[in-house]
C-alpha cells in the first residue's frame, strides 16, 4: 500500500509545530547567543520555557524511543517534524533532538556503565549539557585509517595522546567521546576503540576553535590531549569495536541531517520565491523572466524529489529497524542533500543580488552550511561510492561478447520462440 498522507492528529501536532518554530523559536537565531551555549544565563532564560512548552506538547526528543524519555514515532513522522525544526538554529535545541548529542546520546544509551548513562546521559538527554564527537584528525578524515591519536591502557587507566581536528562544540561540551588508536596492528577496522572523556580531565588542549566561513562564531576545535587519563571503564563496546559504536550514531545522524536540511532548503526556496515576485528589472518582475522561472522550477522539482526520497528512506529504517539494511539509500541521501542545499541557496542568493551576498541574509553562511553537509559524516564521493557499490550487488555481468539485451540476438531468440505463430497469424490474416 503506499499513502503520501500524513496521519490527521500528527498533522495537527505538526501545524502547532510551524506556528511555534515561527512565532517563539526563529527570533532566538538573531539574538547572536549560541544556541548550544548551556552555561549562557541570557541563552537559557530564553531557551528554557521554550523547551518546557514542547515537552508539554508532548515532542521532546522525538528521536528517542519512550525507554529514553521520546516518543518512539519512528523515523518517517519524526522526519516531518525535523524538516520544520531545520528552519532555525535553535529548532533542534528546543526540541531536546540536536546533532551531535543525539547520536552520542545513542552511543551512551547502547554503551554506558549506570553510572556514566547516570552522570552525562540524562543530563544530556534534557540539554542541561551538551557533547561532542572527537574523531576526526587534522591529517585526514574522509578515511579513519590514517588515524593516530592513541590510547594506551596503564595499569586501571587508559592514556590518549594525539590530535583531533573539527570537534564541534569542545568548548561547550561537559565530555567528549575520543576514537583512538588502541591495537595499531589490527586488521584496519579494528585499530579504534571509543571512549568517554570528561571535558575537566586534565590534559585536553585547545591549540583553536575555528569558526566556518567568514563571520560565525568559532565553534570547531583543533584538539590536542596530551597524556589525557580516564578510568579503564570509560571505554565504550569492546576494545577494537570503534567502527561499530561509530554506526551507532552515523546512520541516524546522516538521515536527520538531510531531515533538517529540507527546512532550511525550502526556507531559502520561499525567500527566493519572495524576492522574484518582488523585485523588477527592465520593466517586468522577476518572476516574469524565463531564466528566472527556470530557477525557481528546478529548485521546487529538486526539493520535492529530495524529500521523497529522504521520507522514503526514513519509511524503509522504520520497517527494516537496521540502518545496515538501508545503507545504499542513506548514502543516497548523504550524497545529494550537499548539492540541493548549494544549489538552492546559490539560486535563492543570485537571485537577491548584491544583497543575497551580505550578512543581512542567510544566502552566504547557507552555502557555506551545504559545505558542510557535503563533508560531516563522511564526503560525498565516499557516499557515491557506496550507493554504487551496492547497487551494482543487485546486477551480474555477462561473459557473453555481447550485452545481453543486443537486439539482433532478441530478435532471434523471439523468432525461434514465436516466429511459427507470426507466421500463421499473418497468412491467416
Ligand atoms: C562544519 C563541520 C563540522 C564538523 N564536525 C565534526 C565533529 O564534530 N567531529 C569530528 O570528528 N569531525 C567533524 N567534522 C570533520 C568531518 O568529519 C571531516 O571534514 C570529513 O570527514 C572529511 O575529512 P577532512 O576534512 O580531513 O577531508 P579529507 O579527508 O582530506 O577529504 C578532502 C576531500 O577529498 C576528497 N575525498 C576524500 N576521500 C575521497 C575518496 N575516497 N574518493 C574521492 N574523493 C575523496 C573529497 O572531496 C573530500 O571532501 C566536521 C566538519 C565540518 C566541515
Known amino acids: 500500500?503506499?499513502?503520501?498522507?500524513?496521519?490527521?492528529?500528527?498533522?495537527?501536532?505538526?501545524?502547532?509545530?510551524?506556528?511555534?518554530?515561527?512565532?517563539?523559536?526563529?527570533?532566538?537565531?538573531?539574538?547572536?547567543?549560541?544556541?548550544?551555549?548551556?552555561?549562557?544565563?541570557?541563552?537559557?532564560?530564553?531557551?528554557?520555557?521554550?523547551?518546557?512548552?514542547?515537552?508539554?506538547?508532548?515532542?521532546?526528543?522525538?528521536?528517542?524511543?519512550?525507554?529514553?524519555?521520546?516518543?518512539?514515532?519512528?523515523?518517517?513522522?519524526?522526519?516531518?517534524?525535523?524538516?520544520?525544526?531545520?528552519?532555525?538554529?535553535?529548532?533542534?535545541?528546543?526540541?531536546?533532538?540536536?546533532?551531535?548529542?543525539?547520536?552520542?546520546?545513542?552511543?551512551?544509551?547502547?554503551?554506558?556503565?549506570?553510572a556514566q548513562k547516570k552522570k552525562?546521559?540524562?543530563?544530556?538527554?534534557?540539554?542541561?549539557?551538551?557533547?561532542?564527537?572527537?574523531?576526526?584528525?587534522?591529517?585526514?578524515?574522509?578515511?579513519?585509517?590514517?588515524?593516530?591519536?592513541?590510547?594506551?591502557?596503564?595499569g586501571d587507566e587508559w592514556v590518549i595522546n594525539g590530535e583531533k581536528w573539527f570537534s564541534s562544540h569542545a568548548h561547550l561540551a561537559s565530555f567528549l567521546i575520543v576514537m583512538a588508536v588502541t591495537d595499531p596492528q589490527a586488521p584496519p577496522y579494528r585499530r579504534l576503540s571509543q571512549f568517554i572523556v570528561p571535558a575537566e580531565t586534565p590534559g585536553i588542549e585547545m591549540i583553536r576553535n575555528m569558526p566556518v566561513g567568514y563571520?560565525?562564531?568559532?565553534?570547531?576545535?583543533?584538539?590536542?590531549?596530551?597524556?589525557v587519563r580516564i578510568p579503564k571503564d570509560h571505554m565504550l563496546g569492546n576494545r577494537g569495536d570503534g567502527f561499530v559504536v561509530a554506526q551507532t550514531r552515523l546512520g541516524g545522524g546522516r538521515i536527520h541531517h538531510a531531515m533538517r536540511t529540507i527546512g532550511q532548503v525550502k526556507k531559502s526556496f520561499d525567500m527566493m520565491c519572495e524576492r522574484v515576485l518582488s523585485r523588477e528589472t527592465q520593466?517586468?518582475?522577476?518572476?516574469?523572466?524565463?531564466?528566472?522561472?527556470?530557477?525557481?522550477?528546478?529548485?521546487?522539482?529538486?526539493?520535492?524529489?529530495?524529500?521523497?526520497?529522504?521520507?522514503?528512506?526514513?519509511?524503509?529504517?522504520?520497517?527494516?529497524?537496521?540502518?545496515?539494511k538501508v545503507r545504499k539509500d542513506i548514502s543516497a541521501v548523504k550524497a545529494l542533500m550537499p548539492k540541493i542545499f548549494h544549489d538552492v541557496a546559490a539560486r535563492a542568493l543570485h537571485l537577491h543580488g548584491s544583497l543575497g551576498v551580505t550578512p543581512d541574509m542567510p544566502f552566504a553562511e547557507q552555502v557555506i552550511e551545504s559545505f558542510h553537509m557535503g563533508l560531516a559524516d563522511g564526503p560525498t564521493e565516499v557516499h557515491k561510492v557506496t550507493v554504487a557499490r551496492q547497487v551494482l550487488r543487485d546486477y551480474h555481468g555477462t561473459n557473453q561478447l555481447f550485452p545481453t539485451q543486443y537486439i539482433p540476438h532478441l530478435r532471434d531468440a523471439a523468432i525461434a520462440k514465436l516466429g511459427d505463430l507470426i507466421e500463421r497469424e499473418v497468412s491467416a490474416a
Not at 540524562?122 to 593516530?148: H, R, W, Y
Not at 530557477?295 to 529530495?306: C, H, L, N, P, Y
Open 283 to 324: 520593466g517586468s518582475l522577476l518572476a516574469d523572466k524565463q531564466m528566472v522561472q527556470e530557477k525557481i522550477a528546478d529548485s521546487w522539482m529538486e526539493i520535492e524529489q529530495f524529500r521523497l526520497l529522504v521520507l522514503q528512506t526514513a519509511w524503509k529504517i522504520d520497517k527494516h529497524k537496521d540502518y545496515m
Open 120 to 154: 552525562y546521559l540524562q543530563p544530556l538527554l534534557d540539554n542541561e549539557i551538551v557533547s561532542c564527537f572527537s574523531m576526526t584528525e587534522p591529517q585526514g578524515g574522509a578515511d579513519p585509517k590514517v588515524f593516530t591519536c592513541r590510547a594506551e591502557l596503564d
Open 215 to 227: 563571520h560565525s562564531k568559532p565553534g570547531h576545535a583543533y584538539l590536542r590531549y596530551n597524556n
Open 1 to 114: 500500500m503506499w499513502s503520501f498522507e500524513t496521519d490527521p492528529d500528527y498533522q495537527k501536532k505538526l501545524d502547532w509545530v510551524m506556528r511555534f518554530v515561527k512565532d517563539e523559536v526563529e527570533p532566538l537565531d538573531y539574538l547572536g547567543v549560541q544556541s548550544y551555549d548551556v552555561k549562557n544565563e541570557k541563552r537559557n532564560k530564553a531557551v528554557k520555557p521554550l523547551q518546557a512548552e514542547v515537552r508539554r506538547q508532548g515532542l521532546w526528543a522525538c528521536h528517542l524511543g519512550p525507554d529514553l524519555g521520546g516518543q518512539g514515532y519512528g523515523q518517517v513522522k519524526l522526519g516531518l517534524l525535523n524538516e520544520i525544526l531545520g528552519r532555525s538554529h535553535f529548532g533542534p535545541i528546543v526540541f531536546g533532538c540536536q546533532a551531535p548529542d543525539s547520536g552520542n546520546a545513542e552511543i551512551l544509551a547502547h554503551y554506558g556503565t549506570p
